[in-house]
């Protein structure tokens, strides 16, 4: 059974408080409706009775320890005779009532106090004076009928049945404290389900022991633009000092110091499914190499649903695909200057319909070396993993490769098909980026927030 971490479990929840508040105000407001508006109200009353000494044994001697017992043992079942047909039919043809027998024997209940030779007949319905009718009938008709059956008359009614005036079922505090509990209680059990058969990477899980590879970095989630709905994608150049160029910053020096006696110059950054933010990450790690004075190139290689030129605001009309089929003389005529000092972008082109054959082709190979003279840093965006050739093509050609996933939604699984992929053709794996983290759940992302989001 895999070991539940408390503090992710709790993190974990906090993603769901506000729909756990809204379970809890909708059953309770659903209890309080029905309890005020649907909910019948229903009157109770009751009825006591008490075996006495039989007519027989009542002249001239007292009530010996035998009548006692006897009558003890009556108790019981005097009890089942207040319920029977016999008595209940008689009663609905007294009161009235449109119960059959069995409906009625439903709103009866009967109690025997503990030692004693006490019964008490309780009735419940929707007419209060009704209710005490029906009780005192029934002290009334079983009185008779014991007569007729043991040929005794020990009977006596204690208390006679009186209407009552308040409601036995007004139950709305304990109700809504129990819709309260439940639905609380019962959203964190479901919480924690699926929890518990969540496969997705998250901030606490150790990667390397896992599935074997170390995490690079962590890149924090950004709100910054979602007020107004238009996501800022170049943070490192409009914010530098904000926790997600800080974590770029990271991510950048850790890569760096990974292969100290090596100077990498190339980099794929892939991921396993779409949506993890590898072209976020792609964008924002050119733009940091760049601020230490590098010259750097992103190529958009992923030809499908590549989006560089988007994040850059660049004309895609020619790409890489254009270039891979052009004469390789003219691939200046490819690389888009940006509004970032030190970055360029080739972009993905139009649509091919081979994409993987261009990529795996020999051009692509020589592409590589001529654009290696050139910069200091070339970035590859690549395509996701999982379904696609493309960036396990690629990563036979770069000096390192990044793979991103993203907290609490990439699964693990996925991930680690992933890597074992890259593994089957020797990639030069650097390990996983870990992006969205949330930065009230990490303990750097407090550190980090000590700087704020400067903007």
């Known amino acids: 059974m895999e070991e539940i971490n408390i503090r992710d479990f709790l993190n974990y929840l906090k993603k769901y408080v506000l729909v756990i508040a809204a379970v809890a105000l909708a059953l309770v407001i659903g209890v309080f409706i029905y309890d005020k508006s649907i909910k019948k109200p229903l009157y109770t009353t009751y009825t006591t009775i008490i075996l006495t000494k039989s007519n027989e044994t009542q002249t001239g001697t007292t009530i010996t320890q035998n009548d006692i017992l006897l009558n003890q043992k009556l108790v019981e079942t005097y009890s089942k005779i207040i319920k029977s047909k016999l008595v209940l039919e008689q009663v609905i043809s007294e009161t009235g009532v449109t119960y059959t027998a069995e409906e009625l024997s439903e709103n009866v209940s009967v109690e025997a106090y503990e030692n004693t ?79 518990y058969f969540d496969d997705t990477v998250k901030l606490t899980d150790d990667l390397e022991e896992e599935i074997g590879m170390p995490v690079v970095a962590k890149v924090f989630k950004s709100d910054i633009g979602s007020k107004n709905n238009r996501k800022v994608e170049l943070l490192a ?113 139009t649509v091919p319909p081979n994409p993987s054959e261009l990529l795996n082709s020999k051009k692509n190979a020589d592409l590589l070396r001529v654009l290696k003279a050139k910069y200091d840093v070339i970035i590859y965006d690549g395509v996701p993993c ?52 949330n ?17």
Request: hydrophobic letters at 40%; proline letters at 3%.
């Open 117 to 195: 030779e006490m019964l008490k007949i309780s009735v419940t319905d929707q007419d209060p004076e009704l209710a005490a009718n029906i009780a005192n009938s029934i002290a009334q008709v079983f009185s008779g009928e014991i007569a007729k059956i043991y040929q005794i008359n020990n009977i006596s009614v204690v208390d006679v049945a009186v209407t009552p005036e308040e409601v036995s079922n007004n139950t709305l505090k304990r109700d809504l404290l129990i819709a309260l509990f439940i639905s609380i209680f019962g959203t964190i059990g479901v919480v924690f389900v699926v929890y």
């Open 439 to 455: 930065r009230k759940n990490s303990t750097y992302g407090k550190y980090y927030g000590y700087y704020g989001d400067s903007q």
């Open 386 to 437: 999982n379904g696609l050739p493309d960036s396990i093509i690629m990563s036979k050609l770069v000096d390192k490769v990044l793979i991103v996933s993203s907290d609490s939604m990439t699964p693990k699984s996925v991930l680690e098909s992933t890597k074992k992929q890259l593994e089957s053709v020797n990639a030069p794996i650097a390990g996983d980026v870990l992006n969205n983290v």
């Open 237 to 349: 150049q409009k914010y530098p000092k904000s926790v997600v160029s800080e974590s770029i910053k990271t991510l950048r020096t850790n890569l760096q110091f990974s292969s100290v006696d090596e100077d990498i110059k190339t980099i794929l950054i892939t991921s396993s499914i779409p949506g993890e933010g590898k072209s976020f990450i792609s964008a924002n790690l050119a733009i940091s190499f760049a601020q230490t004075d590098k010259r750097v190139l992103i190529v958009d290689c992923d030809m499908r649903k590549g989006r560089q030129h988007r994040i850059f605001k660049l004309s895609n009309s020619k790409g890489l695909s254009n270039l891979l089929i052009d004469d390789m003389t003219n691939y200046k005529d490819y690389i888009n200057k940006t509004s970032v000092p030190g970055v360029h972008v080739i972009t993905r082109g």
